[in-house]
């Protein structure tokens, strides 16, 4: 099927976009596809904020609904979508313990932590 064939061309330029934007984070991007679908994951460790990953857009740029025309009308063939997974290293973890007897972590705080990067 045309399209979904670039799955790999798709996960490289993800990867070019995040090495620009954050020269100091290891990204891993991977993809997953399927027959008529696929994924691909950016997962880091530490690093950018979540909110700051997603504003970059690479997301909305990259996900697709890919569809075949037919007669007029648009039927839905596959489609690929990016997804992120961000964690967080022994240190980080460290520094969003909680006090709460409930929580071990400030999962909200950590979401949103900014981690230095390493220079490259």
């Not at 569809?67 to 961000?86: A, D």
Request: proline fraction near 6%; aromatic fraction near 8%; charged fraction near 30%.
């Amino acid at each position: 099927m045309q399209g979904l064939l670039d799955i790999n061309d798709r996960a490289d330029a993800i990867r070019r976009e995040l090495r620009e934007l954050f020269p100091g984070t290891q990204f891993e991007v991977e993809t997953r596809p399927g027959v008529l679908s696929g994924i691909i994951a950016v997962k880091w460790t530490d690093g950018p904020a979540l909110t700051r990953v997603k504003e970059t857009g690479i997301r909305e740029r990259h996900n697709r609904v890919l569809v075949e025309e037919r007669t007029g009308n648009k039927t839905r063939t596959g489609s690929i979508f990016v997804k992120y997974e961000r964690s967080y290293s022994p240190e980080a973890l460290d520094k969003a313990k909680c006090t709460s007897p409930y929580l071990s972590y400030d999962y909200a705080l950590l979401s949103e932590m900014d981690f230095p990067e390493d220079e490259p």
